[in-house]
């Protein structure tokens, strides 16, 4: 087959990018320590506050507490469902907590690498590593890609 002529020649697919970790290694560790930390905010306390929880349970079945009414199954599952969902909440506020210390840093080392949130969200998506983070930068609504390191 024949081309016809003026149309336009198919462009090669653009490469793909190379990873993160190979080409601005400072930002991609500056990542993975506050992926770590993300994922290590508060994991210390699920087992003294479930045991705390579980132990108050004991101590009304057994009658070492003397509150009858809270004699109860429905009590005794309702107290674990809600000694979990504390977990889940103080667990979610110490990731924003340990996001908001380290976020100054990740927007300066970002802009000194000449990217944008959008870039680095796309060079580190499916690395495992940097789940965390990621989720993070996503919900950043006040993430400025024109940020301006002063």
Not at 95 to 106: D, F, M, P, Q, T
Not at 107 to 114: D, E, P, V, W, Y
């Amino acid at each position: 087959m024949s081309e016809e002529p003026g149309s336009p020649e198919p462009t090669p697919a653009e490469p793909p990018a190379r990873p993160l970790r190979e080409t601005h290694e400072r930002l991609y560790g500056a990542l993975l320590s506050v992926s770590e930390e993300l994922s290590d905010a508060g994991s210390a306390l699920f087992f003294p506050l479930m045991l705390a929880a579980a132990a108050f349970c004991l101590a009304l079945h057994l009658r070492w507490l003397e509150i009858e009414p809270l004699r109860s199954i429905w009590f005794y599952v309702l107290l674990l469902v809600g000694a979990f969902f504390a977990f889940g909440v103080t667990c979610e506020g110490l990731e924003k907590a340990v996001y908001r210390r380290r976020r100054s840093e990740l927007f300066r080392l970002i802009h000194q690498a000449g990217l944008d949130r959008y870039t680095v969200l796309a060079r580190i998506v499916g690395d495992a590593g940097l789940k965390d983070v990621a989720e993070k930068l996503k919900q950043d609504d006040r993430f400025n890609d024109t940020f301006q390191v002063s």
